[in-house]
Each structure stands twice: as C-alpha cells, then as structure tokens.
C-alpha cells in the first residue's frame, strides 16, 4: 500500500491486479462443479423417449397439421386454390391435400368465388355439417365483400353474412402465396386455442 498526498491509504496498481486475479480465480473454482443432472433418477431409455409438453399443444398441433378443405369452390378464385394446392405450391406438406367432398369429413371450408344468395343456404348448410372445430378462409374480394359484384341484388355481400369467417385472404383473384400466408396465419389462429375454450 501506498501513502498519497492527502495522507490517505490507496492500493497500488500490483496489489489491486493480485485481488481481482484472486476473484476471479476463486469464481473459476466455485464454478467447476457438475451441474446437478434434475433427470438422473430416471433410465436411460425411459429419458430418451419421454416428451413432456401441454394437451393445448398436442391437439393444437394435431389439428393445424391435418387441415382437411371441404369443397366449396363456387367462381374463378377457384383456379387459384387448385394452383395453391398443385405441385408447385403444394398444400399437401401441411397434411391437407386431400379435398373432402363430404363436410363430415372436413374442419376447413375456403370460399374461394363468388356466391349468389340462391346458393347461400347450401353453403351454409354444408358448413353446419362440419365436424367441430371448424374453421373459415374468406378467399378473394368476392368472399369479403361480394367484390366487384358487391352491388348485385343476387350476391350475398361476404360469407360472413352467412357463415363466422377466421382469416380474410383479399384479391381478386389472390395468388397462391396470398392463400398460403392466410393459410399460415389460421394455424397461428388455431396454436393459440386452450381446449377449455368454449366450456
Ligand atoms: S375475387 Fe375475382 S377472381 Fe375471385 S371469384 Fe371474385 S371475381 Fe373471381
């Protein structure tokens, strides 16, 4: 230790490198030991095949991953759901490749066209029909709003007159891409659902 100018005690430059080299030295010591491993009490086999999550998370992901479509393809912006779900865009890689002609067998219906209020009441019914939990892809201007035909005395103006619609997909017709993206934003829509929901 040195003694300054003011008669105060102040440590040298050496001595304070040989406390901070102590700190750390005995930091490192006290940091070597094992980790306590809190899955020690279990077999090896049974760690590898042991998966814990959430019920929420299971039927969620079960259900986002086999989206199964209902046909209901009623004008043009059909073209494009059939291009979406073709090999180039390919919707099979999220499990729903095969379109199901009856509605007991489907939980997605994507309105992809026009429709007239003379067909309202057999899209509605078809979706009544749905197996539970059901979900709804507006797609195009047409199923939003009626589009360019919004102000006809025969189109209904939006499914969402008839039918609760889940995503909104606008265009006219939209692209694949459009569809895929509304597509991915229901399966974020469906990670969200707690099996309590409804109760
Ligand atoms: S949005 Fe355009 S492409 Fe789609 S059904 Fe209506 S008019 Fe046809």
Not at 19 to 43: M, R
């Amino acid at each position: 230790m040195e003694v300054g100018r003011a008669g105060l005690y102040a440590y040298s430059e050496a001595e304070l490198d040989r406390a901070e080299g102590e700190a750390i030295e005995s930091l490192k010591v006290h940091c070597q030991q094992a980790i306590p491993d809190p899955d020690k009490w279990l077999e090896e086999e049974v760690q590898r095949n042991i998966l814990l999550t959430s019920v929420d998370f299971m039927l969620n992901w079960a259900r986002r991953s086999s989206l199964w479509p209902v046909v209901c393809f009623p004008a043009c912006c059909a073209f494009e759901f059939i291009t979406t779900a073709a090999s180039r865009f390919d919707i099979s890689r999220f499990g729903m490749e095969i379109i199901r002609a009856s509605p007991r067998q489907a939980d997605l219906m994507i309105t992809a066209g026009t429709l007239t209020w003379k067909m309202a009441p057999q899209v509605k019914r078809i979706y009544d029909q749905m197996a539970e939990p059901k979900w709804v892809i507006a797609m195009g201007s047409c199923a939003i709003s009626g589009g360019i035909f919004a102000a006809s005395y025969s189109v209904v103006p939006g499914y969402n007159r008839i039918i609760p619609v889940d995503v909104y997909v606008p265009g006219c017709p939209p692209r694949p891409e459009a569809l895929l993206y509304g597509i991915r934003m229901l399966h974020n829509k469906i990670s969200r659902r707690s099996i309590t929901e409804g109760w």
